[in-house]
């Protein structure tokens, strides 16, 4: 029976019962009763009887005996009334009360379900037979819904009564016969209803359908009608006639993060059911680039940018898209998250690959100009794609193998093989202008600041990093930065590097990496700070990891009184310097450079107004091996004929010049300014010696501008929030009367991203005059730079439900910021009637 609100019969049944009339009969014809009739004699203050089938002698014996002692009883009967005959309570019923309740009646009154319903609630009474469905019933049933629809929804857990809603929580489950969403329907007589609102909403109509069956159908539709070619014939038997549903269905679907992971799966059965690999490997790029609906789509769109790049391509374009235009679309598309950092890497290639490189200077000046307005972006490039591809999933490494090789090969062969050794040729200690030297760091950059300044100093910060790091704070509006440069001495390593950016007079190299400032040791953090002491007495030094770990109050106290604070900041170098980590450095620069941009805004909150960062020197990094090519042997009788003292991969240090091609010296008292008579030896171009050492694709210590130019960047901040706001956007149409099932809108930017505009996201959709949504949901990305307003503008296309629609009718177009939910609105008027409609939510 129904499950039903009972309270209404205890009710009924107290109110037959009066001073005179002491029992009350209620013959149950149907039994719909029987399971709650316990539930009933609980609540009531009389005793029930429950008289079974040949029980009549027996309860007339017990109501005799009641009736003596004046006692009250319900008897309930499971059973209709005998016939007068036959029935031995007939003289108790002529003198008593009777009762009679109809569940279906009760149950069309409590569901507030109009009496036209009463054969439906009939028909699936054994839904209603429990508490739990019937309240999930109530929750989702409204006037003039589909009882049907109501009655899956609260058997799927849907979260209304729609042919989406239903269909996205049924295919949270298998798609096979087990399927416990379809098998519930089956239960409760609702499996056909099921398919037949199906073939309503989206067309699909089989003689025995399966849900595997009509996803594929959706999917393969969807993918067709994206790529604008027609269904080829060997996929017939998948035709759909409703198909906007269809697009509209997997679309918003996807959009949704409850059912995001359960239609990646599907899509990804369906695309072995079809054999996805050899049916879309026949289109035409133009085709593919515009299907987004199967994730196994974009490793095909990869293995074509591919292919382009490493052919020098350059400017092949696909549907007037450049290819990074074409990379920036396809990040904006549904399976972004699984190839963004392949398609970042196939943007890399291309900016590394076709960024001009100069003409090789003549001199050393306009060596250091280059690569720090130019050259630079190459290292940068480079970083970007080795740090990529060692991040990209493994079935595509051997797809995009072919490109990293042609990045090695222009970085390594066309890239350093010319700029190291120009470098070389042209670099002089006395070259070096003063105030770009490191050793006068502290003089010129530090001591006659007037405001407390902190210097922030990474071991092993390249000045191309310094660049990624200035790009990062210059989006905030709570920071002004401007950058320069300084140029290391040789050896490029911590060991001179450090105590350079420390106040000096007079370096002196003594030996086993030690330099002393002054006279004075300087090889760890205490020793640094009493250096820093000795020419101003309100300074510290500390590391950047202690300072971190520090709670506010600590940090405060930290910096109270200090003029100058030196924070050492050690990843890149650490992981660099060790075999079993040196193919990690790029990504340990990326995470100095996150560390640096957090460190940074710790201190601004605690009112440091200034800071600095630097670094002891760079390094080169090649993510290809080495071979007996790229090594320079020393051999013993060389070293000990030049009184050889030090020997690592990018610089020996001696009391002779070592005299060997390829190499070049300098003497180590003009690096210094003092009297020292040894000579530093290194490689012209980008080889290391063969020399004893953990690491051998990253390097430093010699003579190139990524190990010796290293980044001053100045950092004024700001206090209070940052007042940079989201950009806003609207909508542009020409013709704002919808004419098609399909509708094109068109979006525009109101102002180009700066200090004080951020980027930001929006769903676009149509909803009608009861905020219903009728539309696939769009989502866009308002994050152009562009000056001129109409380059903001962004065409989306928008497929409606295919429901039926009035001509004149008024519908809205939503544009809400995904962050904020602020929305804009804008009218349409429907212009015609869409065909197809059905007459019910789907």
């Known amino acids: 029976m129904a499950d039903l609100d009972l309270t209404q019969i205890v009710t009924a049944i107290e109110s037959l019962f009066t001073e005179r009339n002491h029992f009350v009969f209620w013959f149950d014809d149907q039994g719909e009763f029987v399971d709650n009739i316990t539930e009933i004699a609980t609540a009531l203050k009389e005793m029930v009887i429950v008289m079974q089938p040949q029980e009549q002698f027996k309860t007339k014996i017990q109501l005799v005996d009641m009736q003596r002692q004046q006692q009250d009883a319900l008897v309930y009967s499971p059973a209709p009334m005998p016939p007068i005959e036959l029935n031995h309570l007939e003289d108790f019923i002529r003198f008593s009360k009777r009762y009679s309740a109809d569940a279906t009646s009760m149950l069309l009154e409590e569901l507030g379900i109009p009496e036209n319903n009463r054969t439906t609630l009939v028909t699936y009474a054994s839904f209603f037979a429990n508490k739990e469905r019937k309240e999930r019933f109530k929750t989702r049933y409204h006037h003039q819904s589909d009882l049907e629809m109501v009655m899956m929804s609260a058997l799927a857990k849907a979260k209304d009564a729609s042919m989406t809603s239903i269909l996205q929580a049924v295919c949270q489950d298998t798609l096979d016969a087990n399927n416990q969403y379809l098998v519930s329907f089956d239960k409760y007589g609702l499996l056909t209803s099921f398919w037949s609102h199906v073939e309503r909403a989206y067309g699909f109509s089989e003689a025995q359908p399966t849900l595997l069956h009509l996803m594929t159908a959706m999917f393969v539709n969807t993918a067709f009608d994206q790529a604008e070619i027609k269904l080829p014939t060997g996929l017939h038997a998948y035709t759909l006639t409703n198909n906007s549903n269809a697009i509209t269905y997997l679309k918003n679907t996807r959009d949704s993060v409850t059912y995001r992971g359960a239609i990646k799966q599907i899509a990804n059965q369906v695309w072995l059911t079809i054999q996805g690999d050899q049916l879309f490997g026949r289109l035409e790029i133009i085709q593919l680039v515009k299907v987004d609906v199967f994730p196994e789509v974009d490793p095909m769109i990869l293995k074509w940018l591919t292919g382009r790049l490493v052919a020098e391509d350059y400017s092949v374009q696909v549907n007037n898209q450049s290819i990074p235009e074409l990379i920036a679309d396809r990040l904006t598309r549904a399976y972004a998250e699984d190839y963004q950092i392949a398609y970042q890497l196939q943007n890399e290639a291309f900016t590394l690959l076709t960024l001009d490189l100069q003409a090789t200077p003549n001199n050393f000046e306009t060596a250091v100009t280059q690569y720090v307005s130019h050259d630079y972006q190459l290292d940068t490039s480079y970083r970007l794609f080795t740090m990529a591809f060692s991040q990209i999933q493994p079935q595509l490494e051997a797809t995009i193998e072919p490109l990293r090789n042609k990045v090695e090969a222009k970085y390594l062969n066309d890239f350093l093989s010319a700029v190291v050794p120009n470098w070389t040729a042209n670099y002089a200690p006395s070259k070096v202008p003063t105030n770009h030297q490191q050793s006068h760091f502290y003089y010129d950059d530090i001591r006659h600041n007037k405001e407390r300044t902190v210097v922030l100093?990474?071991?092993?910060?390249?000045?191309?990093?310094?660049?990624?790091?200035?790009?990062?704070?210059?989006?905030?509006?709570?920071?002004?930065?401007?950058?320069?440069?300084?140029?290391?001495?040789l050896p490029s390593v911590t060991y001179f590097?450090?105590?350079?950016?420390?106040?000096?007079?007079q370096l002196t190299y003594t030996h086993d990496n030690t330099v002393l400032v002054d006279g004075q040791e300087a090889n760890n953090t205490e020793k640094r700070e009493l250096v820093l002491q000795n020419v101003n007495p309100n300074s510290r030094a500390l590391q950047v990891k202690d300072f971190l770990e520090m709670d506010s109050k600590k940090r405060k106290a930290t910096l109270t009184d200090q003029k100058v604070i030196y924070l050492y900041h050690n990843i890149i170098d650490t992981t660099g310097e060790k075999s079993i980590t040196e193919q990690t450095v790029f990504s340990a620069t990326d995470k100095t450079i996150n560390e640096l941009a957090r460190t940074i805004e710790i201190l601004r909150n605690l009112s440091v107004s200034h800071i600095v960062v630097t670094a002891d020197h760079g390094y080169i990094y090649r993510q290809s091996a080495l071979d007996s090519a790229n090594k320079i042997d020393v051999a013993?009788?060389?070293?000990?004929?030049i009184s050889g003292e030090k020997k690592e991969q990018r610089y020996l240090i001696s009391q002779k010049p070592l005299q060997l091609t390829g190499v070049i010296a300098q003497s180590l008292g003009e690096l210094l300014g003092n009297e020292d008579s040894r000579w530093i030896s290194y490689p012209k171009n980008f080889d290391i010696f063969s020399a004893p050492g953990p690491s051998q694709n990253y390097v430093h210590g010699g003579c190139s501008p990524q190990e010796m130019i290293i980044p001053v960047l100045d950092i004024h901040t700001r206090k209070g929030r940052s007042q940079a706001a989201p950009v806003t956007v609207h909508d542009v149409t020409a013709m704002n009367r919808i004419t098609s099932r399909e509708v094109n809108v068109q979006i525009m930017q109101d102002d180009a991203l700066s200090d004080t505009v951020i980027a930001a996201s929006f769903r676009v959709y149509f909803v009608d005059d009861q905020n219903q949504v009728i539309s696939e949901i769009q989502t866009l990305t308002a994050e152009s730079t562009a000056d001129l307003p109409t380059d903001r503008i962004q065409t989306l296309r928008l497929a409606l439900k295919d429901v039926k629609y009035a001509t004149g009718q008024?519908?809205?177009?939503?544009?809400?910021?995904?962050?904020?939910?602020?929305?804009?609105?804008?009218?349409?008027?429907?212009?015609?009637?869409?065909?197809?409609?059905?007459?019910?939510?789907?």
Do not use: W
Request: proline content about 2%; aromatic content about 10%; charged content about 25%.
């Open 457 to 489: 100093i990474s071991d092993a910060f390249r000045f191309e990093a310094g660049k990624s790091l200035q790009a990062q704070l210059d989006s905030r509006d709570v920071v002004d930065t401007s950058m320069d440069y300084r140029i290391t001495g």
């Open 497 to 505: 590097g450090m105590p350079a950016l420390l106040p000096n007079q």
């Open 810 to 842: 008024h519908y809205s177009l939503v544009i809400q910021n995904t962050d904020t939910k602020t929305e804009k609105r804008s009218d349409y008027t429907m212009d015609m009637v869409i065909g197809g409609g059905f007459g019910f939510d789907i």
């Open 636 to 641: 013993k009788e060389n070293y000990d004929a």
